[in-house]
C-alpha cells in the first residue's frame, strides 16, 4: 500500500469500505469495479449491466469539504489513498471524475428524494457531488471471512443445492423459524444472511445473532445452517433491493433465494407503461427465488398456518408483526410463547436489560421450585422459570 504522504486522500466510512470490498470481491458481479460516467449514465438509465439486472449505478462519491477538495483536484492516473477511521485501507488509481445530481442519485436508489425517507436521510449525508471512477484495491477481512466460511461448509458437507435466506431476526419469531425449517427441508445447506445494518434501531447485531445461535445450535441440524454477518449497506436499503439480494446470494454460491412473500420489495410496478414485478427483473440472474406464504398462528387450527390455506378469516389469526414485537420486548415484556420461542426470549430479554433485577437469586428461589440446592441462576434460567409460570394454566 502506497504512502499516504505521496498520495492524495479520500475519507470513507465503514459503509462505503464494505460496499466497495463486497464489489471487489466479485460478490455483486458483473459488477466489479467503479463506474465511469458513460457505464454509470447508462446503468442508471437502462437499469442493467453486462446484460444483467442493476438498479442504479455503482460510484464512489463521497462527501465532505476535503473529499470534495480533493476530487475537484484530481487528474487522471492520480493514485489516491482510501483512508477509513484515520488507517489507510485502500488504493485508488483515477481514470475519471464527474459530477453527480445527489437528487437524481437518491431518486434512483430509493425511489424518492423525499428527505422524511429514512433511507435517503442517512445517504444525504454522506453522498457528495464529485465521483471518481478507477481501478481500486481494499483490505477488509469480513469479506474474505465469509467466503471462506461458505466454501468451508460446501466442502465440509458436500451440498449441492444451497438454498439462503436475508434475514434481520428483529426478533427472531416463530414466523421465522417455520420459514427456515422449510428451506432447510428442501435444499442439502442453508445460508442465512443476517442484516447488519450500519444505521441504528431495533436490536444490536449481537443480540439478534446470539438468539438466531440459539435456536439453530438447539433445534436445528447444525450441519445445515450457516449465518453469515451481512453488512446492509445503503445499496442494499433501496426498493430494487431483492435484486441486489439475488445477485449477493447467487456470487456465495447459492443456488435459491428464500423470501416471505410480504416481503415489501416484491409489490408490483409500472415500468415503461407495462406491469411488471421483482421477478421480471430477476429472470437474467441465475439463481432459483422461491417464496413462502405469509404465517400466521390460528387460535381455532392451534398451530401455525398460511394465510392461503387457513379456512378460518383474519379475526382467528395472530400475526407476526415484527414491529409490536419489539415494542413489547423493548418494554421488558417477554412476548407470548406463539410469537417468540421462549429460549429465544429469555436470550434476548437477558442481553438487553442485563441487571435488570435486584436481588435476582433470592427472587429466583422465592418464586421458583427447585431441588433445594443453592445454585447460581442467569438472568437467562430466571427468564425460562418465569415463562413457564406464566404456561401454567390450572388456576386461570
Same mark, same amino acid.
Do not use: W
Given at each position: ?171 427472531? &419469531? %416463530? ?5 427456515? @425449517?422449510?428451506?432447510?427441508? +428442501?435444499? /442439502?445447506?442453508?445460508? $442465512? ?79 415503461? &407503461? %407495462? ?5 421480471? @427483473?430477476?429472470?437474467?440472474? +441465475?439463481? /432459483?427465488?422461491?417464496? $413462502? ?104
Amino acid at each position: 500500500m502506497a504512502s499516504s504522504k505521496r498520495n492524495k486522500s479520500l475519507y470513507i466510512d465503514t459503509e462505503a469500505l464494505s460496499t466497495l470490498a463486497l464489489v471487489k470481491a466479485g460478490l455483486i458481479s458483473p459488477v466489479e469495479k467503479l463506474m465511469n460516467k458513460k457505464e454509470a449514465q447508462n446503468v442508471d438509465e437502462t437499469k442493467m449491466y453486462k446484460g444483467v439486472p442493476f438498479p442504479f449505478s455503482f460510484i464512489l462519491a463521497p462527501r465532505g469539504k476535503k473529499n470534495h477538495q480533493t476530487l475537484a483536484s484530481l487528474q487522471k492516473d492520480d493514485i489516491v489513498s482510501l483512508i477509513n477511521d484515520g488507517e489507510i485501507v485502500g488504493e485508488l488509481i483515477v481514470e475519471e471524475t464527474f459530477d453527480v445530481d445527489p437528487a437524481q442519485r437518491l431518486q434512483n436508489i430509493y425511489g424518492t428524494s423525499d428527505t422524511t425517507h429514512p433511507g435517503v436521510r442517512n445517504t444525504i449525508l454522506r453522498l457528495g457531488k464529485i465521483a471518481v471512477s478507477g481501478e481500486y484495491t481494499v483490505i477488509y477481512p469480513l469479506i474474505e471471512d465469509n467466503m471462506k466460511r461458505i466454501k468451508n461448509m460446501i466442502t465440509k458437507t458436500g451440498a449441492k443445492h444451497i438454498s439462503s435466506m436475508m434475514l434481520a431476526a428483529n426478533p427472531l &419469531n %416463530r414466523a421465522h423459524e417455520r420459514m427456515i @425449517r422449510e428451506a432447510i427441508s +428442501n435444499s /442439502d445447506l442453508l445460508v $442465512i444472511f443476517l442484516r447488519k445494518p450500519f444505521t441504528t434501531g431495533g436490536l444490536r447485531y449481537d443480540i439478534r445473532y446470539n438468539a438466531l445461535n440459539t435456536f439453530v445450535d438447539n433445534f436445528l441440524p447444525r450441519n445445515k445452517v450457516l449465518i453469515i454477518p451481512f453488512e446492509n449497506t445503503y445499496i442494499f436499503a433501496g426498493y430494487n433491493e431483492l435484486i441486489l439480494d439475488a445477485l449477493l446470494a447467487k456470487n456465495y454460491g447459492c443456488s435459491q433465494l428464500v423470501i416471505g412473500k410480504n416481503h415489501g420489495g416484491l409489490g408490483l410496478y409500472y415500468d415503461k &407503461n %407495462r406491469l411488471s414485478s421483482v421477478f421480471d @427483473r430477476c429472470q437474467d440472474i +441465475n439463481i /432459483d427465488i422461491k417464496t $413462502i406464504d405469509e404465517l400466521v398462528y390460528c387460535d381455532t387450527c392451534k398451530t401455525l398456518v398460511s394465510t392461503q390455506t387457513c379456512p378460518h378469516g383474519r379475526h382467528h389469526h395472530v400475526h407476526y408483526d415484527s414491529e409490536s414485537i419489539m415494542k413489547l420486548i423493548q418494554a421488558g415484556l417477554i412476548p407470548p410463547s406463539i410469537l417468540v420461542r421462549k429460549e429465544v426470549s429469555a436470550n434476548i430479554l437477558a442481553a438487553l436489560l442485563p441487571e435488570r433485577f435486584e436481588n435476582l437469586q433470592e427472587m429466583y428461589y422465592s418464586l421458583m421450585p427447585g431441588s433445594g440446592l443453592l445454585e447460581q441462576q442467569s438472568e437467562e434460567q430466571f427468564y425460562l422459570k418465569l415463562i413457564e409460570l406464566y404456561q401454567t394454566s390450572s388456576l386461570t
